[in-house]
């Protein structure tokens, strides 16, 4: 692995790839451009688009960036996508053709499960879903292990595809779908970003691969400072909990915003028998604790390094007021050009109460 943090030579390279066995088939060398996008909010994960001055028809293409430094060249796939044709474009010499491409989930949501189809209760959700997957979709499955079973039986709807299906089913154990760069199926655990390890540090010393440019998106509309809670007992009568911020520390509480921003709890979901007035405002102040929390979005641009969509990074850019600063990256897009940049957002949380 090269040293991300020092010079090197960068170049491209494109495959085809060979769908019954999942290796490079033959180089593509008439690619004039591209650009790899990664996203947690797009349901297949992500997406490539490339310009080519032909046309290749509809086959998947994998992307590889080659490094050489030190003399030791190495070669790093960054995504397999399936490509489409969309458009053509021609500027007085030549002709230039526009491929859209997918992640290879996208044949999962090309087909449908038979009308009625079900799973029993009881069944591994892992095991089955890696089945279905397997038959669905030519891209090998990484499904993983886990001993969560379904507590009922799984019926599909009339209007799922497999896709659907397989993504309602997975989150029946807590996981999602996604794709790595080789274009394998893996399947994810959700996991919150305080559980997560950083696996890089971005930072603005001197052999910082971080560009300058730093925008940091937060929204502190509808955070409530005050909370009222309201259970209604089963002889009608009701008992009643409410809670204020009104630390002057904090920047949401009613003496620095100057007014009350009131949200109400009709059906709190508490175990049990009926809670006690002490539970209750126990309850209430938690529960205003827990919608104090702001998220924040941050953008900024880097060189590439191997850092993923759902990785926890350090962000230390101190330019910008962040130290030490946990946060996960939800979307990134890759720059197929001199220099390999990358574009990414990465969202933490901050707590502004309790």
């Known amino acids: 692995m090269p040293d991300w943090t020092k010079s090197m030579e960068q170049t491209y390279e494109y495959y085809e790839v060979d769908p019954a066995t999942w290796t490079d088939r033959k180089q593509i060398t008439n690619v004039i451009s591209s650009s790899v996008k990664r996203d947690l909010s797009n349901d297949t994960g992500g997406s490539a688009s490339f310009k080519v001055d032909s046309d290749l028809g509809e086959l998947y293409v994998r992307t590889y960036l080659i490094t050489t430094q030190y003399r030791i060249t190495e070669r790093h796939p960054l995504g397999t996508h399936l490509c489409q044709t969309t458009g053509e474009g021609f500027d007085g010499k030549s002709k230039s053709i526009t491929l859209d491409a997918y992640t290879p989930l996208l044949e999962l949501k090309d087909n449908r499960p038979p009308i009625g189809y079900s799973l029993a209760s009881g069944i591994n959700i892992l095991n089955v879903a890696t089945s279905i997957v397997s038959e669905n979709c030519r891209a090998p499955v990484i499904g ?3 001993d ?3 507590p009922t039986p ?3 709807d009339l209007n799922d595809t497999w896709f659907s299906f397989v993504s309602d089913l997975l989150a029946c154990a807590g996981y999602f779908l996604d794709c790595d760069e080789m274009g394998r199926v893996l399947f994810v655990p959700y996991q919150d970003t305080n559980s997560l390890q950083p696996v890089w ?3 603005d010393d001197n052999s910082s691969i971080l560009q300058p440019d730093f925008d940091i998106d937060r929204d502190l509309y509808g955070i409530p400072n005050v909370l009222e809670v309201v259970y209604t007992k089963d002889d009608g009568t009701y008992i009643y909990s409410k809670v204020e911020n009104n630390d002057p520390d904090s920047p949401i509480s009613t003496v620095n ?5 009131v949200e109400r709890i009709t059906d709190p979901e508490l175990n049990g028998s009926t ?3 002490a539970q209750l405002d126990g309850y209430a102040k938690q529960k205003l604790r827990d919608l104090s929390s702001l998220e924040y979005t941050v953008t900024y641009t880097h060189g590439y390094c191997p850092v993923r969509v759902g ?6 850019y101190e330019r910008a007021g962040m130290r030490s600063t946990r946060a996960k990256v939800t979307r990134q897009s890759i720059s197929c050009e001199t220099g ?3 574009q990414e957002t990465a969202v933490y949380t901050k707590s502004l109460w309790g």
């Open 144 to 146: 993983g292990s886990s």
């Open 148 to 150: 969560k079973t379904l």
């Open 154 to 156: 799984f019926v599909s």
């Open 201 to 203: 540090k971005f930072d």
């Open 257 to 261: 915003r100057g007014r009350r921003v």
């Open 275 to 277: 809670p006690t007035q």
């Open 311 to 316: 990785d926890c990074v350090l962000l230390n």
């Open 340 to 342: 390999c940049q990358v």
